[in-house]
């Protein structure tokens, strides 16, 4: 099968590579539809190897070289014996957390910090590719109203949405949104499914304004031409807001998420960093403010994709750019930070 694989840094091909052969008891085979391009995976290529897999994955024995993708939605076409969940035809979005269900973590519902979680695309073979096996437990029908681009975002989307929770968001709080990619904007709409009065989003392109503007952001602040800690005092009674999410990973946008909390309130860090930085926590500690953490997400896939297909959620306004599996090393990773002012999520499509 035609697959973009992973060999080290700067190193992802375009090549032939070997379909996975005899399924497990508990394994589904997918033909891939669409594929989401992340700001991880262009880490990958130009940080990497991160979280790929150097060496065999204890469970899967997986590891360089391996396909990349971990937000995709495809189409089942064959089922291990043990399979009950999904059938043959079954469309479905993957989540990527492939857990052990059976470590302390697992039992309590907190996949995501599972102590053997093999992620698919980085310990497992992923999305960007034809076909992918995947286990039964990651596989989540779409309803007939879902489409596979919106498959393929049911993933960022469960990011946010378990970051809105994890922050414990309260209807008629008012939130800011440092950065206004694709995790921010889903953060955006996930916030006013949870009620928030009002939500702005700071951001440093000015092209990200359309997109928040038509996902219903209050205040669109551009950081590069207004003082965000201003704007949001202004906007907020002089007092700043309720909970901030930093959605960058980036030593400034921290600083800016947790100056723009009001006292008392609470900075939600989302955003993944590429390594440590120094920070004052001076800053919190001397107005009580709180720090929460979202890693991924838990059981929000479901919840997704109801809300998906009774439009609380879009997909549709993300999506930037849809671009042939042969041409997504050219037009996808390798100019992914070139694009990334007016970029919100580039989709594989593997049928183009």
């Known amino acids: 099968m035609k697959a973009l694989v ?4 700067n190193d992802v091909r375009f090549e032939d590579f070997p379909e996975a052969g005899v399924l497990g008891a508990e394994e589904v085979r997918l033909k891939v539809k669409r594929a989401g391009i992340c ?12 979280y790929v897999a150097a060496s065999p994955h204890p469970r899967t024995g997986r590891s360089v070289p391996l396909v990349l993708g971990h937000e995709f939605s495809g189409e089942v076409v064959e089922v291990g014996a043990a399979v009950r969940r999904v059938r043959v035809g079954d469309r479905v979005a993957v989540n990527a957390v492939d857990s052990c269900r059976n470590c302390f973590y697992c039992r309590r519902g907190q996949d995501a910090l599972c102590l053997s979680a093999a992620y698919i695309g980085f310990a497992r073979d992923g999305g960007f590719a034809q076909s992918a096996v995947v286990p039964e437990a990651c596989c ?14 049911v993933e960022p989307l469960s990011v946010a949405v378990h970051a809105v929770r994890q922050a414990g968001v309260g209807i008629g709080c008012r939130a800011a949104i440092v950065g206004g990619g694709t995790v921010g904007l889903c953060t955006l709409q996930a916030l ?9 989003v700071v951001e440093k392109s000015e092209a990200k304004r359309r997109f928040s503007e038509a996902l219903g ?20 009674d002089g007092l700043g807001a309720d909970i901030a999410f930093e959605c960058v990973g980036a030593a400034g946008a921290m600083a800016t998420a947790a100056t723009v909390t009001r006292s008392a309130g609470t900075t939600c860090i989302v955003g993944i960093f590429p390594g440590p930085f120094e920070f ?5 500690v001397s107005r009580e403010k709180s720090i929460v953490t979202s890693l991924g997400y838990g059981d929000e896939f479901p919840t997704v994709i109801k809300m998906l297909g009774d439009g609380r959620l879009k997909a549709e306004p993300l999506i930037t750019r849809l671009i042939p599996l042969e041409k997504a090393l050219d037009q996808g990773l390798r100019q992914y930070e070139t694009l990334a002012a007016t970029n919100v999520r580039m989709l594989i499509n593997m049928e183009a």
Not at 6 to 9: A, I, L, P, T, V
Not at 140 to 153: I, K, M, P, Q
Not at 220 to 233: E, H
């Open 39 to 50: 700001h991880t995976d262009f880490n990958e290529y130009a940080h990497g190897p991160l």
């Open 192 to 200: 006013r499914v949870a009620g928030a009065r009002e939500v702005f």
């Open 280 to 284: 004052d926590f001076n800053t919190f």
């Open 6 to 9: 992973y060999h080290g840094r």
């Open 217 to 236: 952001v209050s205040a669109f602040i551009n950081s590069d031409q207004t003082d965000p800690v201003t704007a949001i005092r202004e906007l907020t």
């Open 140 to 153: 989540h029908r779409l309803g007939d109203d879902v489409s596979f681009e919106a498959g393929a975002l």
